[in-house]
């Protein structure tokens, strides 16, 4: 069994940076790729940021470019999520997901095989 863990969640002010932290364990898989998910409160789950586990591609979600940053931790299967410049609309619950087997980066949620538990991100103003 894979296990995702969030962390780095908190209460913020409008303009504060956050990182947040995803550590799988478990299970071994290959990793295609990993991303950031957030699903603000009343709304669907949406895409934030994903990183392709092989080479340096990245894509964001056009809300969050030039904010948000996704990179890969020096420990296998660890990324993170640099969050500058949050705004209040940037509350939500973060989810951390990895894609494995054959594929290639992806904003799709159905294509994400392992889902951490979530961890909340408020942003007041």
């Known amino acids: 069994q894979v296990q995702l863990v969030e962390s780095g969640g908190g209460l913020v002010q409008a303009g504060d940076s956050l990182r947040l932290s995803c550590a799988a364990s478990?299970?071994?898989?290959?990793?295609?790729?990993m991303g950031w998910f957030r699903q603000p409160p009343g709304r669907e789950r949406e895409f934030v940021a994903a990183?392709?586990?092989?080479?340096?591609?990245?894509y964001y979600a056009d809300s969050v470019k030039g904010r948000f940053t996704i990179s890969r931790g020096n420990a296998k299967n660890t990324v993170y999520l640099q969050m500058t410049s949050l705004r209040p609309e940037d509350t939500a619950v973060y989810y951390c997901a990895a894609r494995a087997g054959a594929g290639s980066i992806s904003v799709t949620i159905f294509e994400y095989d392992y889902w951490g538990q979530g961890t909340q991100v408020t942003v007041s103003s």
């Open positions: 990183i392709r586990w092989t080479g340096v591609n990245t």
């Open positions: 478990g299970r071994s898989f290959s990793t295609v790729a």
